[in-house]
């Protein structure tokens, strides 16, 4: 099996070690393995995606990142029915997006805020 080398914060770190003690895991490896598992399920699952839809997708990310948001959601106003903003605690924003229309836009959509590495959490859900 390759081993590979990556950069998290000690926050992550740290959740990383509680998620393998909660959830009995042999090591920190097999937390990785399980999360990228999971990541690559869930993308294969939204790929397949096609056709009419409508979805949910939640963000939180850091206020001061609040220009990008609205960068992005400019060029997709055809799909997004209805956004709520709302504060959260320590200068974090939740954007709750309601969207309706083809697949492929939607799909476009949620690459552009996972790609941009500023989001702090995507999350696609399909009525």
């Given at each position: 099996m390759p081993i590979i080398s990556i950069s998290i914060t000690d926050e992550i770190l740290n959740e990383v070690d509680n998620l393998q003690k909660e959830l009995g895991f042999s090591g920190r490896s097999e937390v990785m393995r399980a999360g990228a598992r999971m990541l690559l399920?869930?993308?294969?699952?939204?790929?397949?995606?096609?056709?009419?839809?409508?979805?949910?997708l939640l963000l939180i990310h850091a206020q001061k990142v609040e220009d990008v948001v609205?960068?992005?959601?400019?060029?997709?106003?055809?799909?997004?029915?209805?956004?709520?903003?709302?504060?959260?605690?320590?200068?974090?924003?939740?954007?709750?997006?309601?969207?309706?229309?083809?697949a492929a836009r939607i799909?476009?959509?949620?690459?552009?805020?996972?790609?941009?590495?500023?989001?702090?959490?995507?999350?696609?859900?399909?009525?």
């Open positions: 399920a869930d993308n294969k699952e939204k790929e397949a995606l096609e056709g009419r839809l409508n979805s949910v609205t960068e992005v959601k400019h060029e997709f106003e055809d799909i997004i029915s209805t956004q709520i903003h709302n504060h959260l605690r320590e200068d974090k924003c939740l954007e709750v997006f309601i969207l309706e229309g083809d799909k476009q959509l949620v690459r552009l805020f996972h790609a941009n590495g500023k989001m702090d959490y995507v999350k696609l859900i399909v009525a």
